[in-house]
């Protein structure tokens, strides 16, 4: 599975330009599933057929948080947006990721004094990408103005820890492969939806149970863990003590019936899970809940240290627990 | 307009319709166009929405712009006469100040303010807000005044269409330019491989709230979107952080608000603006948001894409664009819809 998350975390994927991370996916579920498709916003849907005509949809978004190129001057340095919510402090002396070019981004300041204004009232305004470019022609021909990049990052193991980029949601992704890789001969039908543009707004899970109408959905996304110096007060989530179960977050409250069919299904599969309210936030749970008729929805989260920074971390214990809690849950009978 | 073509932009620009009272410009586009669709209706919420069938019609294209401009509504009839007021949409309460402006589409008034020697140093230039704000109809009191004004009443800018050196000024180029594309589209009474949707959306400016309801009606297979957009090329702003550029051509959507546009559907409508040299611009800022967005997240989603005319001043008495990016962008569309299937396939 640390193969899988290393190839997915690493692969470039920002909201909008999803399809090699796609690519990837179908690469490891070959063999184990009924059948895919994309739908008309580009969501790809896998399944694997169960012995009654009810379904479950499980979520993972595919996309990650990044820049946008939309300037490029004379000297061939360019101007970004965010992709999402990206913080500019992250990326400052950081390195960015394009399809054909990588660059530094840095910040504006004629003078010290500028710099240091400058530094603590960081905006995108102010900063600029060098992608060593002799002129603004060479620029233009690497990214032109509209090409998408991500945090030039890679994967890191620390002991049971892993760091790296996009673990939001890769590591949801990791899972959903890794449960229709385990799963034999499922209850209900089991849909994975790896859905796209999730970070500028759900985008994608808005419309991608519109062709099932499953009976319940489960989004599996990353979300605080606040067990750092000064981690956020009021989280009670941490690094290891297993998947998460969201009770609710800015966008959602889970349906009450699902929190209870997954903490059965962890009981069952004796997989250690905390419980989630998360003070700001949203995943996919919020669009799938109001699709059609409404969907009874919920999230399985993974507790994440430094999310939408280069070096997201999660412990591996907590992924595997997940695998193995949804493994329990699409045996249980789906009843509302 | 000598020479230059923009049929319908005059009147429509000179059309009183604030999201939620598209009624008079939904008239115009209606009794304009009727003989040249296959069928129209008006639905719940107030969209126009013709159909025009094609030669192939394996696929279901829809065409998208909004009725609906940026205004004003009366929210109380003071006793002294004079009509308290809120923005309907963005409005900046900067731009309201020293304005003629038009209830109900016919009734003048005026948005007065402190003349400048009863101003404070520090006041002047601060923003007004529109608490402070009041509309005049030259009423003495709130019984005259409640003759002719009712609470509820919408207020536009009583602005008239101009047009110099092929470049165009009025109100409400936010989208009645996309309404008038359109228009000049159905006018050359041509058919293509799609099936045409052509939708006049109401509500776009308090929350892209028509467009709702187009995928339950229509199932479209994609969509474009023609909006009237912000330049931003003014002098108060460092080149960078310019939008677009008045006459550099219609407005290519990559991202905005909410929406990542469909990269099938954005590198085509490039392909096609090169293929026969039609002049266009990426649109340079991923701010503000259209239709797109919410077309992309209903239903079973549909795929769209945003052309829209650059417009310096949008949200305010008065924009300016230039007629050739309105004529390019006629031109874009007409060769987009020219490609038949071929396009975004």
Redesign the interface.
């Known amino acids: 599975m640390i193969d899988l998350i290393k190839e997915l975390t690493e692969s470039y994927g920002p909201s909008g330009r999803e399809e090699e991370v796609q690519r990837i996916v179908l690469k490891y579920l070959e063999g184990y599933i009924d059948g895919h498709k994309l739908d008309p916003m580009g969501n790809l849907l896998v399944w694997k057929e169960g012995r009654d005509d009810k379904k479950v949809l499980l979520d993972a978004h595919i996309d990650e948080i990044g820049l946008v190129v939309t300037n490029i001057d004379d000297k061939g340095f360019l101007r970004v947006e965010p992709v999402g919510g990206v913080s500019p402090y992250t990326y400052v002396g950081h390195r960015v990721k394009f399809p054909k070019a990588t660059g530094v981004v840095y910040y504006e300041g004629e003078t010290p004094d500028e710099q240091k204004k400058n530094l603590s009232n960081l905006s995108f305004d102010l900063l600029f990408v060098d992608i060593g470019a002799r002129d603004s022609r060479e620029a233009e021909t690497l990214v032109p103005i509209g090409t998408f990049g991500v945090y030039d990052s890679y994967f890191y193991k620390n002991g049971n820890y892993l760091t790296s980029k996009s673990m939001d949601d890769r590591v949801g992704c990791a899972v959903l492969v890794e449960v229709f890789r385990n799963l034999n001969d499922p209850k209900h039908t089991v849909i994975g939806s790896f859905s796209v543009q999730e970070e500028i707004g759900l985008v994608g899970a808005f419309v991608s149970a519109y062709s099932f109408s499953p009976q319940a959905c489960v989004a599996v996304d990353v979300t605080d863990s606040a067990d750092h110096p000064k981690g956020f007060k009021r989280h009670a989530m941490a690094l290891g003590k297993g998947p998460a179960i969201k009770i609710k977050d800015k966008m959602s409250i889970s349906h009450r019936r699902v929190v209870e069919m997954l903490e059965q299904a962890a009981q069952k599969a004796n997989v250690p899970y905390q419980k989630e309210v998360l003070t700001f936030g949203g995943t996919n749970a919020a669009a799938l809940q109001r699709t059609k008729e409404g969907i009874p929805s919920a999230t399985l989260s993974i507790p994440t240290r430094y999310v939408h920074s280069p070096s997201e971390t999660v412990s591996l214990n907590d992924v595997e627990g997940a695998v193995k809690l949804l493994l329990s849950f699409a045996k249980l009978e789906l009843e509302f | 307009m000598k020479g230059v073509k923009a049929m319908y932009l005059k009147e429509l620009s000179e059309l009183d319709g604030v999201s939620g009272d598209e009624g008079r410009v939904r008239k115009f586009i209606e009794e304009k166009i009727k003989d040249k669709v296959d069928s129209l209706k008006v639905d719940i919420m107030g969209n126009l929405i013709a159909l025009k069938k094609g030669t192939k019609s394996n696929r279901k294209f829809l065409l998208a712009a909004h009725m609906d401009e940026v205004g004003f509504m009366v929210t109380n009839i003071e006793d002294d006469g004079t009509l308290s007021f809120g923005p309907v949409g963005g409005i900046d309460p900067r731009v309201a100040v020293g304005k003629h402006v038009r209830i109900k589409g016919e009734l003048a008034g005026v948005i007065g303010y402190k003349a400048i020697h009863l101003q404070r140093k520090d006041e002047l230039l601060a923003s007004p807000k529109f608490e402070n704000l009041r509309i005049n109809i030259g009423a003495k009191s709130k019984e005259e005044a409640s003759r002719k004004v009712e609470i509820g009443d919408y207020v536009t800018f009583a602005t008239d269409f101009r047009c110099e050196n092929a470049r165009a000024t009025g109100k409400a180029f936010d989208d009645r330019a996309g309404c008038a594309a359109l228009m000049e589209i159905l006018e050359k009474g041509q058919r293509y491989e799609d099936d045409l949707c052509f939708a006049f959306l109401v509500q776009e400016e308090t929350g892209l709230r028509g467009s709702a309801v187009l995928f339950e009606q229509l199932c479209p ?1 994609l969509a474009l979107v023609i909006e009237g957009t912000t330049a931003g090329d003014d002098p108060g702003l460092p ?3 310019w939008a677009t550029h008045l006459g550099d051509g219609p407005a290519i959507t ?2 905005h ?7 099938k559907i ?1 590198e085509s409508i490039l392909q096609v603006a090169r293929k026969y040299d039609i002049r266009h611009q ?1 649109k ?3 701010a503000g948001g259209t239709d797109a ?1 919410r077309l ?8 769209a894409g945003v052309i829209s005319i650059p417009a310096r001043y949008i949200h305010s008495p008065l924009s300016m664009i230039d007629l050739a990016d309105f004529n390019n962008t006629v031109l874009l569309l007409s060769k987009i819809l020219e490609e038949g299937e071929g396009f975004a396939k």
């Open positions: 297979d080149e960078h952080q990559f991202m608000r909410g929406y990542v546009v469909n990269k954005y990426p340079r800022r991923t967005a992309a997240k209903t239903g079973g989603g549909v795929p």
